[in-house]
C-alpha cells in the first residue's frame, strides 16, 4: 500500500463503517474527535437514504458525535439534485418507494409526489400518474407500492434508483437492501434504473463540490468493495475500506481494483490519522 499522506479531506460511509444499525463502532467518539482536532473537513455520505440529514445527525448525536447537517449528503439528496438538473420540479409528479429520507428532499426542490394508485389510467385526469418512481430504501414497503410503482414505469415513468445496495449490515447481520427492491421491480417492469448512490461517481463529485478540496487530497472510506470502493476509482480519488462491514479482504480475488488502504476498523484510522504530519 502507499504512504497514508496528503490528506487534507474524507468522504465518509455510516452503514458498516460508524456503526451497526443503532450499534456505535468502537472508537466513534475518539474518530471524529480527532478530526475536529486536525480540522480536518469530511462529508458523510451515504447510499443509504432512508433518513433524512437532521434524523442523521440525532442519531449521531445519540452516540456522542456532533455533526452539522452540512456535512451529511445521503443518496436521496443526491437523488434530488440529480432530478432538479434534468426536469423542472414544479412540473415533474414523482413516486417514491421510501420514507422520509428519500421524500423530503424532493419536496424541498419542489416536486410533486403522487401518492398510491394515482396512475395516467383516468381520461378526465391525464397528468394524474408520475413522470418519475424514486426507490430507496422503505421499511414499509407493500404490496400496494411495489404495484403502484410498477404500474408507473410500466407506462413510462423514468425509474431512478437512490442506490444499488443489495445487502444492508445492521446489528442483527446483513439483511436485503434497496438494490433488491430494485431487481423487483425491474423483473416486473424490464426496465433498469438510473443509479445515483456509489459505485456511480454522481455522490461522491457532489461531496467533492461541496468539500471544495483537490481532489487528489481527499479520501473516500467505506466498507463496501462494490459500491463505496468502486466509486471512488470511478471518481478518481484514493480510497481507503475499513474490514467492520460487508467486504472483507477475500473479495479481492474476485475484482480489478483495489482500495488505496485496508484498515481493521475506525480505531485504525484515528491511530493512522494521529501519525500525519
Known amino acids: 500500500m502507499e504512504p497514508f499522506t496528503n490528506i487534507n479531506a474524507l468522504i465518509i460511509d455510516m452503514d458498516g463503517v460508524l456503526w451497526h444499525g443503532d450499534q456505535p463502532m468502537p472508537g466513534l467518539i475518539d474518530f471524529f474527535q480527532t478530526l475536529r ?5 469530511f462529508i458523510l455520505a451515504t447510499n443509504n437514504a432512508r433518513l433524512t440529514q437532521e434524523q ?17 449528503l ?15 420540479p414544479m412540473e415533474t409528479r414523482v413516486f417514491v418507494i421510501g420514507e422520509d429520507g428519500a421524500r423530503e428532499p424532493l419536496i424541498e426542490r419542489g416536486f410533486t409526489l403522487t401518492e398510491l394508485y394515482e396512475l395516467n389510467d383516468d381520461q378526465d385526469n ?12 422503505d421499511r414499509t414497503l407493500s404490496w400496494d407500492k411495489l404495484a403502484t410503482a410498477t404500474l408507473n414505469i410500466r407506462a413510462g415513468a423514468k425509474f431512478i434508483g437512490t442506490n444499488a445496495d443489495t445487502t ?5 447481520g446483513i439483511t ?26 454522481i455522490i461522491y463529485q457532489q461531496a467533492l463540490a461541496l468539500l471544495n478540496i483537490d481532489p487528489a487530497h481527499t ?30 479482504e477475500k473479495d ?6 483495489r482500495p488505496t488502504w485496508v484498515m481493521p476498523d475506525i480505531s485504525a484510522i484515528t491511530e493512522a490519522l494521529n501519525k500525519l504530519d
Open 37 to 41: 482536532n486536525r480540522q480536518l473537513p
Open 56 to 72: 442523521y445527525v440525532v442519531k449521531l448525536a445519540q452516540m456522542g458525535v456532533q455533526v452539522s447537517r452540512d456535512e451529511i
Open 74 to 88: 445521503t443518496s436521496s439528496m443526491a437523488t434530488a439534485l440529480y432530478l432538479g438538473e434534468h426536469y423542472r
Open 126 to 137: 391525464p397528468n394524474k400518474g408520475a413522470d418519475v418512481v424514486v426507490c430507496g430504501m
Open 168 to 172: 444492508l449490515p445492521t446489528e442483527r
Open 176 to 201: 436485503h437492501g434497496n438494490g433488491a427492491i430494485l431487481a423487483a421491480l425491474q423483473a416486473a417492469t424490464g426496465v433498469e434504473p438510473t443509479i445515483i448512490g456509489k459505485p456511480e461517481p
Open 219 to 248: 479520501v473516500a472510506i467505506g466498507d463496501r468493495l462494490e459500491t463505496d470502493i468502486l466509486g471512488a476509482v470511478r471518481t478518481g480519488i484514493r480510497s481507503l475500506m475499513v474490514l467492520t462491514g460487508v467486504s472483507s
Open 252 to 257: 479481492f480475488e474476485t475484482t480489478d481494483y
